[in-house]
């Protein structure tokens, strides 16, 4: 059977899986085939939490092939008990065996595998496969974290040839880095991603992601989740070393303007791709609150913090005097003991002008008129959703691409204050008032600006609806 066939591969987290689903659901919509590869137990969450049923019932090109699990379910990348490296590690040995299988198959009913579209992170897996195979088809990157964290994983090595990396331990983190082109003395030691910091979170070697990074060069493009208008300066890095670069983000809201276009609009957009159970009742609480009084509080779906760090945010957040919604995932404090007693007692605590809740669904949050602002862990997904509502950051990164994303917020889009490594009451209070009050008509400004180049880059003509034109040209016409 003719036509193009993509298979789409993320890293088994909820950030990878949520944004891949939605580039699989937008190459859907373009009335491709697409192979979705996903863990038994995240295809598992998808089916109780999110809405795969409901994809699979709408998109008749829209296929899901499960593979082992590579961690116990519940663990997390920050967690002692499954680090990054062991995920990526068993994903790898799962996936080999299924891929090298998708890519031979033929079928009456679907046409031959006809482009590979993998999480970035997993380097030169696919590339391995095909030439293992003899296959010539496309093989694409795609990127789930920002561009702008991209650019300083592509650069790691000149790094270390400068002499710049590695850091020196703590004293060394305020060190401004010079030899970035094009971030020239912008990020400190302490801006950079989290993986170059002695004894970094996640286990991950600074090595191993510049290594699987540099295995991009051998993709035939790049996609990456961000508008050109948001990262003008780093694309014109990036594409100096690999010329074909697709950007059709915010994939959320490409994919929510393009259903919102078809029949297919009715689905809830932000619950769809969740690994957990959302709590709606936030709804009719916001639904009371005054416009702009909210500050939502959530750290994404792997961020762990000790009960210390809990009980900094929420008396910086009661003494800040402000309403605010704050995610309390199951597993977000380290260490389990007496949890139940801490949110029961917070929870009865705050319910004058707060809210807790495990799990919210956080697109239609940040869209609603009660929010002022986001304290944000500055994962990549959450950050070009606060983006694309035009809400104001306080950053509080945990690892990974977020020490880079919450220093663009502060200091390149000028969208909101960083915070990065202080988790102190009074400097918690003091953020909230900042962003809520003294300066909240500067960051709304740009805050908004920022929402309306994002929603004009996936409209007819805009620089990411192009972009994902493209992409589907380059697929169709590598497939005939
Ligand atoms: N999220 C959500 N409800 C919550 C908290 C998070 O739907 O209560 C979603 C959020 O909208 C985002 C994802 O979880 O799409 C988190 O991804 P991100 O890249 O921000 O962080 P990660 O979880 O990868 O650290």
């Not at 033929?106 to 030439?131: H, M, R, T, W, Y």
């Not at 900094?312 to 139940?340: A, I, Q």
């Amino acid at each position: 059977m003719a036509g193009a066939h993509v298979v789409v591969f993320p890293c088994p987290l909820q950030g990878h899986v949520g944004s891949m689903l939605k580039l699989a659901e937008l190459l859907a919509l373009h009335h491709l085939h697409v192979t979705f590869i996903n863990t038994h137990s995240n295809h598992n969450r998808l089916t109780r939490f999110g809405n795969i049923q409901a994809l699979s019932a709408s998109y008749s090109t829209l296929h899901f092939i499960t593979i082992a699990d590579c961690y116990r379910e519940g663990k997390h990348p920050g967690s002692r008990d499954a680090t990054m490296g062991d995920i990526m590690l068993s994903t790898t040995l799962h996936a080999k065996p299924l891929l090298r299988n998708i890519l031979v198959s033929e079928s009456p009913a679907i046409p031959k595998v006809s482009c590979v579209i993998q999480d970035g992170i997993f380097g030169s897996l696919s590339n391995d496969l095909a030439s293992e195979l003899g296959i010539r088809i496309p093989i694409i990157h795609f990127r789930t974290s920002s561009a702008c964290c991209f650019w300083p994983y592509f650069w790691i090595p000149k790094l270390f040839e400068s002499k710049e990396l590695p850091i020196r331990g703590d004293g060394d983190m305020d060190r401004t880095i010079s030899n970035i082109p094009g971030m020239e003395n912008l990020l400190r030691c302490r801006d950079l991603p989290s993986f170059c910091r002695p004894g970094a979170k996640g286990n991950m070697s600074i090595d191993w992601v510049s290594f699987q990074t540099q295995q991009s060069l051998a993709a035939d493009a790049l996609i990456l989740n961000t508008f050109e208008e948001l990262d003008h300066l780093v694309l014109s890095q990036i594409r100096l070393h690999f010329p074909k670069v697709y950007t059709a983000g915010p994939v959320h809201h490409h994919l929510n303007v393009r259903k919102a276009e078809t029949n297919k609009g009715n689905d809830s957009p932000s619950f769809g791709n969740s690994f957990f159970e959302t709590d709606r009742s936030c709804k009719a609480w916001l639904d009371a609150q005054p416009q702009g009084s909210v500050i939502y509080v959530s750290f994404g779906s792997s961020t762990i913090v000790t009960r210390e760090e809990l009980m900094e945010f929420w008396h910086g957040l009661v003494n800040s005097k402000k309403r605010f919604l704050l995610v309390m995932r199951p597993d977000l404090v380290v260490g389990r003991e007496n949890d139940d007693q801490i949110l029961e007692k917070l929870k009865e605590e705050t319910k004058e002008r707060g809210l807790i809740l495990e799990w919210t669904p956080q697109e239609e949050v940040l869209a609603h008129k009660a929010i002022g602002g986001f304290l944000t862990h500055s994962g990549w997904n959450s950050t070009l959703e606060s983006l694309v509502a035009g809400v104001p950051m306080i950053c509080w990164p945990y690892f990974a691409d977020q020490q880079v994303n919450s220093r663009f917020v502060s200091e390149v889009w000028k969208v909101g204050l960083d915070m990065k490594d202080v988790c102190d009451r009074d400097v918690v209070e003091k953020m909230v008032n900042d962003l809520m009050v003294h300066r909240r008509e500067e960051f709304l400004k740009s805050a908004q600006a920022m929402a309306m180049l994002a929603h004009k880059s996936v409209s007819p003509g805009g620089s990411s609806y192009s972009s994902m034109e493209d992409l589907i040209h380059y697929i169709k016409s590598a497939s005939k």
